[in-house]
């Protein structure tokens, strides 16, 4: 069993700066993909940014150029940094881990971003 404990996030004013990260309770080398979605209010929830086991990164074109998905391999941690921040990137976000025992979501952080 995967355990996911995220951090970070908050308020910032648009333009800002924000960093969400997602700790693992395993080696990330056993997570094929350790993925950012977020929720905003009303929404469906939608895939943000994703790392595969071998640091291929993808990202939802609404967050292409301002997000950046990185890891922290000594940590088991993988991170979200989030820049030029608009109100519609108000959401929680939350990483998922897809381990090979299954799929793991963590608690969920709330970012939220004042015009």
């Known amino acids: 069993q995967v355990q996911l404990v995220e951090s970070g996030g908050g308020l910032v004013q648009a333009g800002g700066s924000l960093r969400v990260s997602c700790a693992a309770s395993v080696n990330i080398f056993t997570i094929n993909a350790v993925n950012w979605y977020r929720q905003a209010q009303g929404k469906e929830r939608e895939l943000v940014a994703a790392i595969t086991r071998l640091g291929i990164t993808t990202y939802a074109d609404s967050v292409k150029g301002r997000f950046t998905i990185s890891r922290d391999i000594g940590k088991n941690t993988v991170s979200l940094q989030m820049n030029s921040l608009k109100p519609e990137d108000t959401a929680v976000y939350y990483c998922?881990?897809?381990?090979?025992?299954?799929?793991?979501w963590g608690q969920g952080t709330q970012v939220t971003v004042s015009s």
């Open positions: 998922k881990a897809d381990h090979y025992s299954g799929d793991y």
